[in-house]
């Protein structure tokens, strides 16, 4: 049986050990703590028992990286069902069968509000005739154009492990809903990325460890299904991966509707490149 406590910093921590009460210099007993840093500090705690997993959090103060923490967590877990126990006035509890379910579930009853990441995640549109043509976006784009906005896997998937290394991921839109789903990851992401995102195929772009970052790039992906039209941007974004340090990500996105044959989904293909020369929090001089 495993109990843990996950904090604010998305570190983890034996609910049964007085490390963190000696850590917080608190007089209360171990399990007197739980509750209290669950109630009051925004901790998840979290047993799991032989596939069996319980989470309890108040969504009224849980903090986002305890959040992150519990979500990557759970994509480790061999997990037969999930008790989401939630403590509003009164606990309440949902229960699940699989990860895809609890992380769904927690992340519809936990809303954070977007002026706690203010000035984290910036962008600045550019004309996609500015893009060099020895840019390996260039390369993309042309493919895109000769298609005519057409997905053509065995086509475009050499191109992008060739020109991009596999810096990219594809999204799909189905007909009549508003959400934007993780399709594909190519395999030159960051490791805390292709770590995630390998593990949320089919999930929304939002259910992922930063979910303020997911909901901020959502949108940019639902503004290019809404023109049809390719979109081209300097990103400068900072994210919370859980237990590690905020981490600043600068590089170049080419956002490319593409149609599916035989389909009536629309595909978002993400290519990116890492580019240290953006700064989108220069001061004005």
């Not at 639902?222 to 981490?247: F, G, H, K, N, Y």
Request: charged content about 25%; hydrophobic content about 40%; glycine content about 4%.
């Amino acid at each position: 049986m495993q109990n843990l406590l996950f904090d604010d910093r998305g570190e983890v921590w034996d609910a049964k050990s007085t490390r963190l009460a000696e850590t917080l210099h608190a007089s209360l007993s171990v399990e007197e703590l739980a509750k209290y840093v669950v109630r009051n500090m925004g901790y998840i705690a979290a047993t799991e028992t032989g596939g069996s997993v319980q989470i309890r959090l108040r969504p009224s103060v849980v903090s986002p990286t305890a959040m992150s923490a519990v979500l990557y967590w759970l994509y480790d877990q061999t997990i037969e069902r999930v008790l989401i126990s939630f403590l509003d006035d009164d606990w309440t509890h949902a229960l699940v069968r699989t990860v895809d379910e609890a992380v769904k579930a927690l992340l519809e009853r936990v809303k954070f509000n977007a002026a706690d990441r203010e000035g984290d995640f910036l962008l600045q549109p550019m004309p996609l005739h500015d893009l060099p043509d020895t840019s390996p976006l260039h390369a993309v784009l042309a493919a895109w154009s000769e298609s005519g906005g057409r997905f053509n896997r065995e086509r475009l998937y050499p191109l992008l492990d060739r020109a991009l290394n596999g810096r990219f991921v594809l999204f799909e839109n189905t007909a009549n809903s508003p959400h934007v789903r993780v399709k594909d990851v190519g395999k030159g992401l960051g490791q805390s990325a292709a770590f995630w995102l390998s593990r949320t195929k089919g999930l929304r772009v939002e259910d992922q460890p930063d979910y303020a970052y997911g909901k901020w790039v959502a949108e940019a992906y639902r503004q290019v299904l809404s023109t049809r039209e390719p979109s081209l941007e300097d990103v400068d974004a900072v994210i919370t991966w859980p237990q590690q340090p905020r981490i600043s990500y600068r590089y170049r996105r080419l956002l490319v509707p593409l149609k599916e044959r035989n389909s009536s989904s629309t595909l978002i293909l993400s290519a990116t490149v890492i580019d240290p020369s953006v700064n989108l929090r220069r001061k004005p001089s």
